[in-house]
């Protein structure tokens, strides 16, 4: 059954809709990119899918099979991906391990993302108010005797591009409330050859990019060692998905001019690229 909104669109106009001719080049890993991209068509926006980063299969195991061989000693498992919950669940399937062995844990997802691990597990113990490591912790500080609890971080191991400081900074900020924090890579996430991209690069020099979107941090980082310089794409609205890809975006010298601050789903990012033509 479709939605109101998703009605509106189809039956308004393409040159009624808010991004009506606009294309917008998404960095997204591919299985986000599509879902984004689908919420800038609803805007009447045409996405151009530039992945800058993929996500793929450890080469090696051995941390995470140690952590799911003692998984009954975490009082939590903290996710911060979607990508990490589908590796976490698929490693558990190919260790044979029953999902029931995760009973006595309690498990926490990133707003959209609870979607993910329901469908995995079929519950979800926290879904933070913001959608973001700064608000696991907020979440975490209200529990009584959280110092005395362990917790479990799946996360991406980076490899080829500089981490950004969203993992290492959650790690610090709980254990400075005393909390014992293992962290275990559950996938990879690594940058792509720019050399697949001639086409794409092209069109952001020629001036036929409207807007750039960001969804993370690592996306920029690899995006930027794709181009030659800041003029490459200096006419280039850049959106951000949140403030902290946004704070990070600034750091590395990229002018931002869209920050989402729904950043719990795709659909709050393109409202807020759709917001900016609006006026």
Same mark, same amino acid.
């Given at each position: ?57 450890? %080469? ?8 799911? !061989? ?15 919950? *589908? ?9 044979? +391990?029953?999902?029931?062995?995760? @009973?006595?844990?309690?498990? &926490? ?5 609870? @979607? %993910?691990?329901? %469908? ?10 913001? %959608?973001?490591?700064? !608000? ?33 900074? =959650? ?6 409330? !005393? ?12 940058? =792509? ?18 807007? +750039? ?22 006419? &280039?609205?850049? *959106? &951000? ?16 001019? +869209? ?8 659909? !709050?990012? *393109?409202?807020?690229? *759709? ?5």
């Amino acid at each position: 059954m479709h939605t109101k909104s998703t009605e509106i669109n189809l039956l308004t106009p393409a040159s009624k809709l808010p991004l009506y001719n606009k294309r917008i080049l998404v960095t997204a890993p591919r299985n986000y990119a599509y879902r984004l991209s689908e919420q800038i068509i609803k805007k009447g926006g045409l996405p151009v899918l530039m992945p800058t980063i993929e996500t793929c299969y450890l %080469s090696n195991y051995s941390q995470l099979d140690t952590a799911l !061989g003692h998984i009954k000693e975490f009082d939590w498992i903290l996710f911060t991906s979607r990508n990490g919950i *589908a590796a976490f669940f698929q490693r558990m399937n190919d260790l044979n +391990i029953p999902v029931s062995a995760l @009973e006595n844990c309690q498990l &926490c997802a990133l707003g959209k993302d609870s @979607e %993910s691990l329901l %469908s995995f597990f079929g519950k979800v113990d926290l879904i933070p108010r913001e %959608s973001s490591p700064a !608000g696991i912790v907020a979440e975490l500080r209200k529990i009584p005797q959280i110092h005395e609890k362990t917790v479990l971080i799946p996360a991406p191991e980076v490899v080829g591009l500089p981490e950004p400081d969203v993992v290492p900074n =959650l790690i610090t900020d709980l254990q400075n409330l !005393g909390i014992k924090v293992t962290r275990v890579p559950t996938y990879i996430t690594q940058g =792509l050859d720019k050399n697949i991209y001639g086409i794409e690069l092209n069109l952001i020099r020629q001036r036929r990019i409207d807007v +750039i979107a960001f969804s993370s941090t690592v996306e920029i980082e690899s995006f930027l060692r794709m181009v030659n310089s800041p003029r490459d794409y200096e006419h &280039c609205v850049i *959106a &951000c998905f949140g403030p902290y890809t946004t704070a990070n975006a600034q750091k590395l010298a990229v002018n931002v001019s +869209i920050v989402s601050q729904d950043y719990s789903s795709f659909e !709050g990012f *393109a409202e807020a690229i *759709a917001t900016f033509f609006s006026f």
